[in-house]
């Protein structure tokens, strides 16, 4: 099946349109977009599509809507079934979900089990503590500490997105994730702050300073279980109250926090596991 004369004149405007710079100078490849809205439409609700249905509710012509649809038919992203003439999603999303539900039951262990972790970490250190997963783009606050015994202390957002590059926790994101580096590879940032990135591997400890919002110091490190990052685990300090002798108490106290909450995390992926059995 062919695309009409016309089909190609609109994809060439479409993309005249998208030729523009993205953030970051990342340009989309149109091509991808579209694939990747295929598989979109399909959903729990909704598991089989016709060619029509596609086509109807990507705006596009049947013609083109096919094309897409023959290539991810070829890549296993797409089942066929001429029968009945629906298509579904292909075995290659079953490696996909598998991949996807283990990093979600790692991230949800570390959730749930980060509260007593963080409440002791405060007592200890007597700074307020938080703990950040990654949503896919940058680290989101997912559990903060008891409030500490301070006049001042630092509040934060529960849920609220750090800056990537600009963060303690970002930077060990950047330093032990796959996903997080590969997310932000064509900022040249990223190239940068490779011998940063470098030590916190080697040291699995980032501390970065941020001269606003008063002067604060964050401390960070990974949460590791089988050398696999599910967290991130820091303290954040004013400048001002944060003395040279604090810094080494305060980095053995968050390795401490880190490896008890490695095995809390390792525990109860133990028990799901052989719940699961």
Do not use: C
Not at 163 to 190: C, K, M, W, Y
């Amino acid at each position: 099946m062919t695309e009409s004369a016309e089909d190609v004149h609109a994809d060439q405007a479409r993309v005249s349109r998208d030729d523009g710079e993205r953030p970051g100078g990342v340009q989309p490849i149109q091509a991808v977009q579209k694939a990747v809205s295929v598989l979109n439409l399909f959903t729990v609700q909704e598991p089989e599509l016709t060619l029509g249905e596609i086509a109807a509710r990507l705006g596009m012509s049947r013609a083109t809507a096919h094309r897409y649809l023959i290539t991810l038919r070829a890549t296993n992203l797409l089942a066929y079934e001429p029968s009945q003439g629906v298509y579904s999603l292909g075995v290659k999303t079953l490696d996909y979900a598998a991949v996807v539900q283990e990093a979600a039951l790692f991230t949800s262990a570390f959730v749930r089990r980060a509260e007593p972790v963080l409440r002791r970490l405060s007592e200890e250190t007597n700074y307020t503590s938080v703990a950040s997963a990654w949503n896919g783009e940058s680290p989101v606050l997912v559990r903060i500490g008891t409030p500490v015994r301070r006049l001042v202390m630092i509040a934060m957002p529960l849920y609220s997105a750090l800056p990537v590059f600009d963060s303690a926790q970002g930077r060990i994101f950047l330093a032990f994730s796959e996903d997080a580096r590969r997310t932000h590879a064509a900022n040249p940032r990223l190239g940068e702050l490779e011998p940063e990135l470098r030590r916190a591997r080697e040291e699995k400890f980032v501390s970065h300073d941020v001269p606003t919002d008063g002067g604060t110091t964050t401390m960070a490190v990974p949460v590791l279980v089988d050398d696999t990052l599910v967290g991130v685990i820091a303290t954040l300090a004013f400048q001002t109250t944060l003395r040279e002798p604090d810094l080494i108490p305060v980095r053995k106290e968050l390795d401490r926090a880190a490896a008890e909450l490695s095995a809390r995390v390792r525990a109860d992926i133990a028990v799901r596991e052989g719940q699961s059995r």
